[in-house]
């Protein structure tokens, strides 16, 4: 969690509907929303927020109920029949997304990499607001401005390598927008009022966009989402905008992110609540495991191995990697898969050969499992993701004798290590993560892998985890004998990371000596104080 001092504009807030105190994205003290922001927006939030904010609300404590519910042992589990799941409705998916076989994903805040993905030939692009773009009003206005240039095709970068301006090349690429989840909260914007970060950044593309310039709808990606209930939020907050900008119905496209552990038992009636909009679902399998993690903290059967140690394939991921078509394709949407975290690099012939050695079997897999596609975050892996998955996708496809509800928490026996070494490296990631969101970074590339906050939160409830159940769950040193995870083993090995990321620290890294202690306290506390909620 974020402190008043590690930025100016993410302060620590107490929620007037929660008892909770939670980091809010707020404006400059000085800023005037009259003056610093679109002319009109503020009459276009306010109708917005009198209709969605409460409501938005009720869904957060509805969520907290959910959790303590199942920390109590009721664990989420399917709904009963309705009209979503006996039903043969299906959408018609728009031919400007047919095909999606990858879709590049990155911090929307970056100008040069936004470039760079929009020219890399993904047939698909998203722009994110959200996990890896760091949730301060700096970033979050940069990402905005770039979404904009970007839609309207006139963002560019000066690349100092060949002494040029880039701009965005012309092509079918299809632009994703994800705003913040509906769990954050953006204030200085309306006076004393606390609105939805996800209404926020909605409203503030869509009022600025040009509609009759746009090669295709505006399509946004929902993220975070907990409950099919919060896809009616969604939907309202679509419709009221396209009445209030005198479009269509329909208008506003959207994909749904399935990232938590309660909408996978719900993913069918998120869909249908959404179907005048929605085109697709994606696994976000890293924030899924975070998840699913959360809500069975309580149960010492669900301690994880060490996180690069389970397989892609494994069981937890699988039965939802193969359900999740199924559901798409009954319905006409498209199905897409995760990200591959292992990046390549241009530097190090033997991690580039690695990485993309582990890119091709992995969308190989979700190709198997009937996915139409998946995400990938650097413009290397572009060709060898597409080629994996058929041309343009595989709505026709479905399994023979499908189960419309497999077991979405088999144990995660037989599978990975659980070691200090594995302790060790959850504590020096999400230092070194949290190091790079007081840097401005929502995103870090860390030993070959490209991390952001679905990494932070699975790495703290994995030692949160092996903490609270280290007496019947043996975690093993580099000699097999078990190794007691109390409070002050975790101080410790806090302590010896920070000094070896001091050490290790680039000799003109000005702000490593203030900000590797402050990662370190941060990361330590929100662990200690169960943190958990993707923010």
Not at 333 to 344: D, K, N, S
Not at 450 to 457: G, K, N, P, Q, S
């Amino acid at each position: 969690m974020t402190t008043a001092t590690s930025s100016p504009n993410l302060a620590l807030t107490p929620l007037p509907f929660s008892n909770r105190v939670v980091p809010v994205n707020t404006a400059p003290k000085d800023f005037d929303a009259e003056r610093g922001l679109p002319e009109g927006i503020l009459d276009f939030l306010a109708p917005l927020h009198a209709a969605l904010t409460l409501r938005q609300r009720a869904l957060l404590a509805r969520r907290e109920n959910t959790l303590a519910e199942a920390h109590a042992g009721k664990v989420p589990s399917y709904l009963p029949p309705s009209v979503a799941t006996m039903s043969s409705w299906r959408i018609e998916l728009p031919a400007w997304c047919a095909d999606q076989r990858n879709q590049m994903t990155g911090p929307a805040d970056d100008a040069e990499l936004v470039v760079k993905m929009l020219n890399s030939g993904a047939p698909g692009v998203m722009l994110d607001l959200e996990d890896s773009t760091a949730n301060t009003w700096e970033h979050n206005s940069q990402g905005i401005k770039n979404i904009l240039e970007a839609l309207a095709g006139r963002l560019a970068y000066f690349d100092r390598k060949r002494n040029k301006t880039v701009g965005i090349n012309p092509s079918t690429t299809v632009i994703f927008t994800r705003p913040r989840g509906l769990h954050l909260h953006q204030a200085g914007v309306l006076p004393g009022e606390l609105l939805p970060a996800s209404l926020f950044d909605v409203a503030m593309v869509a009022y600025q966009v040009d509609f009759s310039a746009l090669r295709h709808p505006l399509c946004i990606y929902i993220a975070k989402s907990e409950s099919a209930d919060e896809a009616l939020w969604w939907r309202d907050l679509f419709q009221m905008i396209e009445r209030m900008k005198g479009l269509p119905k329909g208008t506003l496209k959207c994909m749904a992110l399935v990232e938590s552990h309660p909408l996978a038992f719900q993913m069918e009636e998120f869909a249908w609540n959404l179907r005048d909009h929605i085109v697709g679902l994606d696994l976000g399998r890293w924030d899924y495991m975070a998840s699913l993690i959360h809500f069975l903290l309580e149960n010492p059967e669900w301690v994880l191995p060490d996180r690069n140690t389970i397989p892609h394939n494994v069981a937890f991921f699988q039965n939802l990697r193969n359900l999740i078509p199924e559901i798409c394709h009954k319905h006409g949407m498209l199905a897409i898969g995760g990200m591959t975290a292992l990046y390549p690099s241009r530097e190090d012939p033997e991690l580039n050969a690695r990485a993309l050695k582990v890119l091709a079997e992995d969308k190989k897999n979700e190709a198997n499992s009937l996915m139409d596609g998946a995400w990938t975050g650097h413009p290397d892996q572009n060709e060898i993701a597409v080629s994996q998955f058929p041309v343009p996708n595989q709505l026709q496809a479905r399994p023979a004798a499908a189960n419309p509800h497999p077991d979405l928490r088999p144990l995660p026996t037989g599978v990975g290590q659980r070691t200090l070494a594995g302790t060790r490296a959850a504590v020096r990631t999400v230092t070194r993560y949290r190091n790079g969101v007081l840097n401005g970074k929502g995103a870090s590339l860390l030993d070959g892998y490209m991390e952001d906050l679905a990494t932070d939160r699975i790495y703290r409830l994995m030692i949160a985890q092996r903490m609270r159940h280290s007496r019947q769950v043996e975690i093993l040193d580099d000699n097999g004998a078990a190794v007691p995870h109390t409070p002050e083993l975790i101080s410790q090995l806090f302590d010896e990371e920070l000094d070896r990321l001091l050490r290790e620290a680039k000799s003109d890294d000005s702000r490593a000596a203030e900000t590797l202690p402050e990662a370190r306290r941060m990361s330590e506390e929100m662990i200690r104080r169960e943190e958990f909620d993707p923010r």
